[in-house]
């Protein structure tokens, strides 16, 4: 594997945690961003993720349950080892670029994580304007958490190398990495693509075709939907929603704490492809109308300090 410059395209949940997580790792990256409001948006994730790493590394001195396996493949870890590892956290908070400007992003580019909105349009368009910059050996992964990759892979100017690399919340402790290619996608390059996740501390999680969702998502999607369903539809409230599938499964959260995970604008995203999201009478018109007012007040999530849930 032959990557050292990196790129991630976009500054949200995720694309911010991929960002952080492969600068940890020793990779040179940039963060291309749309406008300077997106990157005025973007550093407060960045001041979080820092805190995040530094605090849950001091409490592993102490704490062997706040070990989190995308910092370190052992657990068995000296407080002078734990304190490098802090070091490599601040300097992969000093060390991220943020840029708008798509020549100094994508000019020398080894690897690129596209990680926008769930929105085809916007993800064409930054296919095509990058592709004009983009050294020919570039691969290029997306983050897509629902769409296939051999939807976009004409759009990139280099379909072979274009494959997905999907990623869950919290990566630095969930440390997965779905790798997915699309009919055209060459071995070579979903090969290099396994070996990168794997440098960036991931355990990569090869699919051996397309299936929208992944292999996670597969799973997850239907949970969060029959969750919002019994919200829209007045069942009951999402308090107790997620305290049932808590208690009664023994699972660390409810899908409504998950939902502030992943963020309420990527939810709203992914419910707002379906054909009757236009409809207020149909139960995702209820569903996206919903979502829409919490987003409206700003209440977009753990990164935003508040979702379903406060976290100030």
Do not use: C
Request: charged share 25%; net charge negative; proline share 4%.
């Amino acid at each position: 594997m032959d990557i050292k410059n990196v790129v991630v395209a976009g500054g949200g949940v995720l694309g911010s945690q991929i960002a952080y997580q492969t600068a940890f790792k020793g990779f040179n990256v940039k963060v291309w961003l749309r406008s300077e409001d997106s990157i005025g948006r973007a550093k407060p994730k960045f001041e979080r993720l820092k805190n995040i790493y530094l605090n849950t590394l001091e409490a592993m001195k102490t704490n062997p349950l706040a070990y989190a396996r995308g910092f370190t493949d052992s657990k068995e870890l000296s407080d002078s080892e734990i304190d490098a590892l802090k070091d490599q956290a601040i300097k992969a908070y000093e060390n991220i670029t943020l840029t708008t400007s798509y020549e100094e992003a994508f000019k020398d580019a080894d690897f690129v994580i596209e990680s926008i909105a769930e929105i085809p349009a916007e993800k064409i368009s930054l296919y095509e304007e990058m592709a004009k910059y983009l050294p020919e050996h570039t691969v290029i992964a997306t983050n897509s958490s629902t769409l296939l990759p051999s939807s976009f892979a004409e759009y990139t100017a280099r379909p072979e190398k274009y494959l997905a690399l999907h990623f869950a919340n919290e990566i630095w402790r969930n440390n997965t990495a779905e790798v997915m290619g699309h009919p055209g996608t060459e071995q070579k390059y979903f090969d290099e693509t396994v070996e990168f996740a794997k440098a960036i501390g991931m355990i990569p999680l090869k699919l051996n075709k397309e299936q929208p969702g992944y292999i996670l998502n597969s799973l997850l999607v239907p949970l969060l939907d029959a969750a919002k369903a019994l919200l829209a539809n007045d069942v009951s409230d999402y308090q107790t929603i997620d305290k049932t599938w808590k208690y009664a499964t023994g699972s660390p959260m409810g899908p409504f704490q998950i939902m502030d995970i992943v963020g309420l604008t990527t939810v709203y995203n992914i419910s707002s492809m379906k054909p009757d999201s236009k409809d207020p009478e149909s139960l995702n018109g209820k569903v996206v109308a919903m979502l829409k007012k919490y987003i409206d007040e700003g209440k977009t999530g753990v990164n935003a300090g508040e979702g379903f849930y406060k976290y100030k």
